[in-house]
């Protein structure tokens, strides 16, 4: 028999990615039953290691499925929503009569593909170059002033784009430290003689896990409700931190319901497609276009929330059982070998039950 808690342990996951997976191998216990065991006994007689996400990867060829990547779901966000353009030139503070979207622009040199580009007019008849880049975690930003500067200087090589105005950003998904400001102005000089990093250069990173429901619906940024119930649990935040996250966006959410569904029942047809695509990659659920519509997207919502949190519970509750099993057990082993009396044991144990007690109510 396979001891569970041993192999999460072994995982590496965090408490909060080991729940998510315990509740949902006990939810489905009858279908993973069965298709581990075919699994193992494949791999008994097979007498080789198994390679999972190469497996994995295969189910999803066969199946014809499309393989939809962060960078990918950003950008057919930004082609579908011209709200999110609108929303970066205002923040620029640039009037913008007409834009589009500059398909195919590609900087070899470094090997990577300008997430999307961008070209308006603005109301004096000057261009203006909008570039967008996606990040999926903030862990990239250690470099993010040298890629712009990078960026900035392979913009200014292309014939198109040359000698016009180039307005940088950066969206980060999660992770972003708390003390950031939602949307943050950069000013970058880098001490260098490098020529693809000298020179001076502005630009804005907006960090979504910092977004609002005040500030989606203030400046009208519907696409930006996908990522507001982020499909992964963070790592580097504590249950405790995740958790008053969480009932933070749910109470948002019911305070302003009236108008995020007013928001959302404006939504085109195509645009609530794109809204059930991005959510199928960021949750990892799949809704059919029968159950996800205008009037289910909030109630969704809700449900994943009240899902993750059900997670966080799941591997809180375990890890604090396992933890008062080993102090205990430790407690015993120093009375069996004359280091602590029976009576000190019991005032320890009830002084433990006091402090947990304690911790519940200050939450």
Request: aromatic residues 8%; glycine residues 4%.
């Amino acid at each position: 028999m396979i001891d569970f808690l041993k192999l999460l342990e072994q995982s590496a996951l965090s408490k909060n990615e080991q729940g998510l997976v315990k509740r949902r191998l006990l939810e489905n216990r009858n279908l993973f039953t069965k298709v581990l065991q075919l699994l193992l006994q494949w791999a008994e007689q097979a007498n080789q290691t198994i390679d999972i996400g190469a497996s994995l990867k295969k189910l999803e060829e066969d199946e014809t499925r499309e393989v939809r990547s962060f960078d990918s779901i950003a950008k057919v966000l930004s082609k579908e929503f011209p709200e999110l353009l609108r929303f970066i030139l205002e923040e620029y503070q640039v009037e913008a009569t007409q834009s589009r979207t500059l398909v195919g622009k590609e900087f070899i040199l470094i090997k990577r593909i300008a997430d999307v580009l961008f070209e308006a007019q603005d109301k004096n008849g000057n261009n203006v170059i909008i570039h967008l880049e996606f990040e999926r975690k903030y862990e990239s930003d250690e470099k993010m002033d040298k890629r712009k500067l990078e960026y900035r200087q392979l913009m200014e090589m292309d014939d198109e784009i040359q000698g016009k105005n180039v307005l940088c950003n950066v969206f980060y998904l999660k992770g972003s430290p708390q003390d950031k400001e939602a949307i943050e102005e950069r000013h970058v000089k880098l001490p260098t003689r490098d020529p693809r990093y000298s020179g001076e250069l502005k630009y804005k990173a907006y960090h979504i896990s910092l977004m609002t429901i005040d500030m989606i619906l203030e400046r009208n940024l519907p696409f930006l409700l996908p990522f507001v119930v982020k499909s992964e649990l963070q790592a580097e935040a504590s249950s405790l931190q995740l958790s008053h996250h969480l009932s933070s966006i749910r109470q948002q959410i019911d305070d302003h319901e009236a108008a995020l569904t007013s928001m959302i029942d404006s939504l085109t047809a195509k645009q609530l497609e794109t809204l059930r695509i991005t959510i199928e990659y960021l949750w990892g659920r799949s809704y059919s276009e029968q159950v996800f519509n205008q009037s289910s997207l909030l109630k969704l919502m809700k449900e994943q929330l009240d899902l993750r949190q059900d997670d966080i519970q799941w591997g809180q509750n375990d890890g604090e059982k396992r933890a008062k099993a080993s102090m205990k057990a430790v407690a015993k082993q120093m009375v069996q070998e004359g280091e602590l009396t029976q009576e000190q044991l019991e005032k320890f144990l009830k002084r433990m039950e006091g402090f947990k007690q304690s911790q519940k109510k200050n939450e």
